[in-house]
């Protein structure tokens, strides 16, 4: 990759999949490493490690799905989920291999060089879920509390870059516009920025 000028690669997912549902639309199978936080900390450093040394430093890593949506209650690419846990329990099973791969790494080649952050609702850091609570990619105070969290402050203030995710999915347009006639791309890149996010995957998205 890094041979053919890429210098900047999407992953990889560090989500803990506590409860496997191989039946399930939307369970993310195989593209995990596992249901143990320790264990998905473990391997996402040694895959964070080896892009760094593979390319001599020259590929900027970006782990994915910040802070986690390995328990989130529908498919997270079709709709806005969310994670009902406590912001103990987040700590201990979500955000631990985060933890590992920012502030907690044990060594800078092992420290992800940004996080992309999912469209997704968290009860711990934002309470009592609505259907119009944002998702935490687009609430710059949920947001801001996650990375107020040690780790990440030191990651984020020793340069750690946030990335949206791609704000023309689904789960995006229907949040914003549930008829499907009145979808705003420059509302939604523009309150992206505003939440926090450093750089926007814009994939298909497309103004009304």
Same mark, same amino acid.
């Given at each position: ?7 900047? /690669? ?14 399930? !639309? ?18 996402? !450093?040694? /895959? ?17 799905? @910040? ?15 969310? =994670? ?7 700590? !201990? ?14 060594? #800078? %080649? ?11 609702? /968290? ?27 040690? #780790? ?10 946030? =990335? ?5 999915? !689904? +789960? =995006?347009?229907? @949040? /914003? %516009? ?10 939604? +890149? ?19």
């Amino acid at each position: 990759l890094s041979s053919l000028g890429f210098n900047l /690669y999407i992953g990889p997912s560090l989500d803990v999949l506590t409860s496997p549902s191989p039946s399930k !639309q939307g369970d993310p199978g195989t593209l995990v490493f596992g249901g143990d936080p320790f264990w998905v900390g473990k391997l996402g !450093q040694a /895959y964070i490690a080896g892009l760094h040394e593979g390319s001599n430093n020259r590929i900027a890593v970006i782990s994915r799905n @910040f802070p986690g949506r390995g328990e989130a209650d529908r498919p997270p690419d079709e709709e806005v989920s969310t =994670v009902r846990k406590s912001l103990e329990q987040l700590k !201990q099973i979500e955000l631990a291999p985060f933890f590992s791969v920012t502030g907690d790494a044990p060594s #800078p %080649d092992m420290m992800t060089d940004g996080l992309l952050v999912s469209h997704i609702r /968290y009860q711990g850091f934002q309470g009592n879920i609505r259907a119009t609570t944002r998702p935490v990619s687009f609430d710059s105070q949920a947001l801001g509390q996650i990375m107020d969290l040690e #780790p990440f402050a030191t990651w984020r203030q020793s340069g750690g870059i946030i =990335v949206s995710d791609d704000l023309g999915s !689904q +789960a =995006v347009n229907h @949040f /914003y %516009d549930p008829s499907g006639n009145n979808f705003s791309a420059l509302m939604v +890149a523009r309150d992206a920025f505003l939440a926090g996010n450093d750089l926007l995957y814009m994939g298909k998205i497309k103004s009304t």
